[in-house]
């Protein structure tokens, strides 16, 4: 009789390669400390660019980036894209409308002046509201980053109706100032002007909670403005903790957080790729605090802990990068709750079927330059910055923010403090 074992064992060997996973992404490397005073930035002139044939392009809205239009043939248009100074992080934003005299069928190429490379799946729109990812088979990226400066193309086609293209699907602050306005609808959430930016728009946070500030929280996000996924987490986190839940509902009696969903309003509001308007890394000013935005929060977390005698406990930053990754600090440290972190990833991703968190912890026993370290140094809290994919898709995302949350209010409602 035909022995079925052997047979078996290599099906399963096959199978056991062709389902190991890929390798965890590395993440950045080292955080280089850059100088944090201002330096001069590129401003966009916002106009209507002529492209010929009747094509018009602009770049006259809240989170346009589009600097320059050329026709190079009846089927091709060339636009650039460049960035709001240098040296800059490769991850350039792009934000424009387009329109016809007539119905035109083209190509765009994007160019970034040698300067970086396309990184964002590009997404349309007919109102500048509601956005979706445009048809695979009309845009061409090259695979080898390499060759992606001046060679990726979309086809459109356009009419006298006007279409939005840009990077990701929210464009603007206006969304932002949207969200803020719904959460302040609960009667427990409060908000607070903590200062201006170096244009005038107002820094603000939302206070959520009817505690006594003796064990508090902080959120942020959008230090760097096109970082969308990142937002996206974070709504979903501090949706589940204003929720009417039961855990919510105690966990608000107990703790009072603090968000600022907005770090950079300047950055979102002028199409940045990274900087503020004062030509700054916002995640790289939290040593000197050169910068209105980290100077503001800074002084709020100080002031708070001592006009209350109370302390932070827990800390996030939200961002967005290539794939999912959590930077988390040295976990020999120990701050006010030592392990609450790396339990809250584990527990929360457990949740997610297939997922397996990807967790950096630094190796490092110094206070850096990034908020993540400003949170713990400075505070103790236990903090870390999760860095969500640009293409994760969204429910994911939704259940990343709120299993986090539901976790953490889980062993935070059960923590008795001294």
């Given at each position: 009789?035909?022995?079925?074992?052997?047979?078996?064992?290599?099906?399963?060997?096959?199978?056991?390669?062709?389902?190991?996973?890929?390798?965890?992404?590395?993440?950045?490397?080292?955080?280089?400390?850059?100088?944090?005073?201002?330096?001069?930035?590129?401003?966009?002139?916002?106009?209507?660019?002529?492209?010929?044939?009747?094509?018009?392009?602009?770049?006259?809205?809240?989170?346009?980036?589009?600097?320059?239009?050329?026709?190079?043939?009846?089927?091709?248009?060339?636009?650039?894209?460049?960035?709001?100074?240098?040296p800059i992080n490769p991850s350039p934003w792009y934000g424009f409308k387009i329109w016809s005299e007539k119905s035109e069928d083209f190509w765009i190429q994007f160019s970034y002046g040698g300067i970086g490379f396309h990184r964002y799946f590009p997404k349309t729109s007919l109102d500048g509201m509601n956005f979706s990812n445009v048809d695979s088979v009309n845009f061409f990226q090259p695979a080898s980053e390499e060759r992606r400066p001046e060679m990726s193309f979309l086809r459109i086609e356009t009419s006298p109706d006007t279409l939005w293209i840009a990077a990701q699907d929210r464009v603007g602050t206006s969304h932002v100032q949207d969200w803020k306005e719904s959460i302040l609808?609960?009667?427990?959430?409060?908000?607070?002007?903590?200062?201006?930016?170096?244009?005038?728009?107002?820094?603000?946070?939302?206070?959520?909670?009817?505690?006594?500030?003796?064990?508090?929280?902080?959120?942020?996000?959008?230090?760097?403005?096109?970082?969308?996924?990142?937002?996206?987490?974070?709504?979903?986190?501090?949706?589940?903790?204003?929720?009417?839940?039961?855990?919510?509902?105690?966990?608000?009696?107990?703790?009072?957080?603090?968000?600022?969903?907005?770090?950079?309003?300047?950055?979102?509001?002028?199409?940045?790729?990274?900087?503020?308007?004062?030509?700054?890394?916002?995640?790289?000013?939290?040593?000197?605090?050169?910068?209105?935005?980290?100077?503001?929060?800074?002084?709020?977390?100080?002031?708070?802990?001592?006009?209350?005698?109370?302390?932070?406990?827990?800390?996030?930053?939200?961002?967005?990068?290539?794939?999912?990754?959590?930077?988390?600090?040295?976990?020999?440290?120990?701050?006010?709750?030592?392990?609450?972190?790396?339990?809250?990833?584990?527990?929360?991703?457990?949740?997610?079927?297939?997922?397996?968190?990807?967790?950096?912890?630094?190796?490092?026993?110094?206070?850096?330059?990034?908020?993540?370290?400003?949170?713990?140094?400075?505070?103790?809290?236990?903090?870390?910055?999760?860095?969500?994919?640009?293409?994760?898709?969204?429910?994911?995302?939704?259940?990343?923010?709120?299993?986090?949350?539901?976790?953490?209010?889980?062993?935070?409602?059960?923590?008795?403090?001294?």
């Open positions: 009789m035909f022995d079925r074992k052997p047979a078996f064992i290599v099906f399963l060997v096959l199978l056991l390669i062709s389902c190991k996973s890929t390798p965890l992404w590395e993440g950045q490397g080292p955080i280089q400390i850059i100088e944090t005073e201002d330096k001069p930035i590129q401003k966009q002139n916002q106009q209507v660019f002529d492209a010929g044939n009747g094509v018009f392009f602009s770049n006259q809205f809240d989170g346009a980036r589009l600097n320059q239009v050329e026709r190079l043939n009846d089927t091709l248009i060339q636009i650039t894209i460049l960035p709001e100074n240098e609808e609960h009667e427990f959430v409060e908000l607070i002007k903590i200062g201006e930016s170096k244009e005038g728009r107002a820094l603000e946070i939302l206070k959520i909670g009817n505690a006594d500030d003796q064990e508090m929280l902080m959120v942020i996000s959008m230090q760097h403005p096109p970082e969308l996924t990142g937002f996206l987490a974070m709504q979903a986190f501090v949706e589940e903790l204003c929720s009417d839940s039961p855990a919510a509902i105690k966990f608000r009696k107990k703790y009072n957080l603090y968000v600022m969903p907005q770090m950079n309003p300047d950055g979102v509001a002028n199409g940045h790729w990274r900087h503020n308007s004062g030509g700054i890394d916002l995640n790289r000013d939290w040593i000197n605090f050169n910068q209105p935005e980290t100077k503001a929060l800074s002084q709020f977390m100080e002031s708070k802990v001592k006009e209350s005698g109370g302390k932070f406990v827990f800390a996030a930053d939200f961002h967005s990068t290539w794939e999912d990754i959590f930077y988390t600090n040295n976990e020999e440290l120990e701050g006010n709750f030592p392990g609450l972190i790396p339990k809250v990833i584990k527990k929360s991703s457990k949740r997610i079927p297939g997922y397996v968190p990807n967790i950096r912890p630094n190796e490092g026993v110094q206070r850096s330059v990034t908020s993540n370290s400003y949170f713990f140094f400075v505070h103790q809290a236990e903090s870390m910055t999760f860095e969500v994919g640009d293409n994760t898709e969204r429910e994911i995302i939704q259940m990343k923010g709120q299993f986090l949350a539901e976790e953490l209010m889980k062993i935070l409602n059960k923590k008795k403090w001294k």
